[in-house]
């Protein structure tokens, strides 16, 4: 089946760092990819749309400029928290489409926490 | 308001115990319901898709049913392999489309 690759799985910033994380569909093409935050003991809230070759689409109340997606290629998005801080630390989980079932294949999660 | 609510919020069950849970939703324009499995750190795991009312599908210990306003993910003879949490997730068309997820039910086996 399709698999979606999230790297890295756990990362540890200084505060008013960047971090980027990678989300790639493995032997599939994602013209579309989704970006979640989870906090814990909480479901998946949707932060952004990620659109192959075009801006991605924000969620309501999530802020563009600190959160920067950029999907360059169609296996490919990157979302760069930028300036991180204490409160960004979460769960942050990408997902692709996976036409052959219409549900959605998750990567494993990036686990950030800003100190 | 597109709304999906899981219930309940958690269950304990002894192996063996069947049970299932519930989604219901209050949507317009519905594509479809998911559900996934999310073991503790890491990504929601696929396990069924769901288009129309009276569908059913199975894998394993697990069947998910649907009507026009919920879905039950039924838990047969359940193992402790099997605690983890559920995610509901409704898609709808709005526009283009929509995911709206559930809170989730997290479910503990004790052996």
């Known amino acids: 089946g399709a698999v979606v690759s999230q790297h890295p799985s756990r990362v540890i910033c200084k505060s008013g760092t960047s971090v980027k994380i990678e989300c790639r569909s493995l032997?599939?093409?994602?013209?579309?990819m989704f970006w979640y935050r989870q906090f814990p003991k909480q479901s998946l809230m949707l932060m952004a749309t990620?659109?192959?070759?075009?801006?991605?689409?924000?969620e309501q109340g999530v802020e563009k400029d600190k959160f920067l997606i950029n999907h360059a290629s169609l296996t490919l998005s990157t979302l760069t928290v930028t300036s991180a801080h204490p409160e960004d630390s979460s769960f942050y989980i990408c997902?692709?489409?996976?036409?052959?079932?219409?549900?959605?294949?998750f990567g494993s999660g990036t686990r950030l926490t800003v100190v | 308001e597109d709304q999906v609510t899981q219930s309940p919020e958690a269950l304990r069950l002894q192996e063996g115990e069947s049970s299932s849970l519930n989604c219901s939703y209050t949507?317009?324009?519905?594509?479809?319901l998911f559900w996934y499995r999310q073991d503790p750190g890491k990504g929601p795991e696929f396990l069924f898709t769901?288009?129309?009312a009276g569908e059913e599908k199975e894998k394993e210990r697990l069947k998910a049913t649907l009507t026009k306003k919920e879905s039950f993910l039924h838990i047969t003879a359940p193992k402790p392999e099997d605690s983890a949490t559920y995610l509901c997730?409704?898609?709808?068309?709005?526009?283009?489309?929509?995911?709206?997820f559930g809170a989730g039910t997290r479910l503990f086996v004790k052996a």
């Open positions: 032997d599939f093409q994602a013209t579309t």
């Open positions: 990620s659109n192959e070759g075009s801006k991605a689409t924000y």
């Open positions: 769901l288009y129309s």
């Open positions: 997730a409704v898609q709808i068309l709005t526009g283009g489309f929509k995911t709206i």
């Open positions: 997902s692709a489409e996976d036409r052959a079932s219409y549900g959605y294949t």
């Open positions: 949507v317009s324009g519905l594509r479809g």
